[in-house]
Every structure is written in C-alpha cells, then in structure tokens.
C-alpha cells in the first residue's frame, strides 16, 4: 500500500491557504479583488512549479515574486521580508495528525506493506515524518519532485511493486489519484476540504478507485 503524506496524514495546505490570506491582507490591493490576486499567485505557483518544486521555498518566492508583480507602491527591503517570511513560517507551525491516522497505520502496518510516497523538497518532507513519528510504520519513505505518471512507474519498478495489486491513498486527483490509475496502480481517494487549488482535478472514473470519507475508514476495507 502505497500513502500520500500532505492532507492525507497531516494536516498541511491550511497552513499555506493562511498564509495567503494573510498576504492578501498585507498587499491590500486598491483595485484588484482577493479572488484576482489569488488568481495571480496561482498562476506563477504553476509556472514555478517545474523550476522550484514545492514546499516552503518555493511557496515563499512565490509571495515575492507576486507581490513584486502586483504592490502598487515603492516596494522596500522589509516588505519582501515579510512577505518572505509569511512563507517561511510554516516550517514552525506544530505538526497535526489527521484523525485516526496513527491507529490505522499501527493496524495496516500488520497486514500490509506500507511505502510513504509524497513530494516536495526531499530535507523538509523526511522532517515531516520524523516530526510525525510516523515513519516506523513505513518500509520506505520516497519524496519525488513530482508525482506524475512516470514517477508511479519508477516507483512501481524501484520497489518491486505488483502494480494490480497495489493500492495508492491520497487526497489530490491530480498527484494521488489520476496518475497512480494510468500507472496500473489501484487508488483510495479521501477527499480533504482543503486540498491547494492546484491540486484539484476530476476524478477518473474507474473500477480500481474507493472514495472513502475518512483515513480511519481503510480498516474497513484491508
């Protein structure tokens, strides 16, 4: 069984959606609505993605970079300091299990061989799970840059996985969910209600996919 980590396990794109917020509130556009200058953010979130990845890093050049493009005064040293950090501080935020995650890994850890597959910059996602303290219940733990068909099959091939019979859980369609089927993977969707924007896509209608409503709700099913 193969387990996105972001929104799946713990808590993580509220963080960021805060920030965000925060940062709107801080540009305090005279012209531009919240939704306009989110629109702006995420597109240079896209377009970023493939040159810095994702994370903190990239989430806090990608604030600046915004805020250069869009402040309607003399933009100063200190202003992309705090632009800046608004990013930077969530490495600090204290990091929250989503309900019913620990026990339901202790169970499927008994029963199943279990690889956390997630993406991001490799040094903050593996402190993530050390701050977790979940990583003994998994036998690997893989950060990718992306997480897009050829990385399901590279995982597929690096680990030996018997993709028919494997199973990925995530939240995001397009990371967790979509690729992992093209793989030949089988999937275990978990909707979370604050999946990042970017992330969003249709599902794909297929009889390998289970849409549960909760982490928990996987001892019911392996």
């Known amino acids: 069984m193969i387990i996105d980590g972001d ?5 993580n794109n509220v963080y960021f959606e805060q920030a965000i917020e925060d940062f709107i509130d801080f540009l305090a556009h005279s012209t531009l609505s919240r939704e306009q200058v989110r629109t702006t953010l995420d597109e240079i979130e896209r377009l970023n993605s493939d ?3 994702y994370g903190t890093a990239a989430f806090a050049r990608n604030l600046r970079e915004t805020y250069e493009r869009l402040a309607e005064h003399a933009i100063e040293t200190r202003h992309l300091e705090h632009v800046m950090n ?8 204290d990091l929250q299990l989503l309900p019913g995650v620990a026990e339901t890994l202790d169970y499927l850890a008994g029963r199943h061989r279990l690889l956390l597959f997630t993406k991001g910059e490799p040094e903050e996602q593996r402190l993530k799970v050390q701050r977790s303290g979940l990583g003994p219940r998994f036998d690997q733990v893989v950060v990718a840059k992306e997480k ?3 990385a399901y099959q590279q995982l597929i091939r690096d680990h030996d996985i018997e993709a028919h019979q494997a199973w990925m859980v995530g939240n995001s369609p397009r990371s967790d969910i979509n690729p992992a089927l093209a793989a030949g993977l089988r999937a275990v969707f978990i909707p979370h209600p604050h999946t990042w924007r970017l992330e969003h896509a249709e599902v794909q209608a297929d009889r390998r996919l289970l849409v549960l409503q909760s982490f928990g709700q996987l001892r019911d099913y392996f």
């Not at 929104?7 to 808590?11: G, I, S």
């Not at 608004?86 to 935020?93: E, F, K, M, S, Y």
């Open 7 to 11: 929104d799946t396990l713990w808590e």
């Open 51 to 53: 040159v810095h990845g």
């Open 86 to 93: 608004l990013g930077r501080r969530i490495v600090q935020v």
């Open 148 to 150: 897009d068909v050829a």
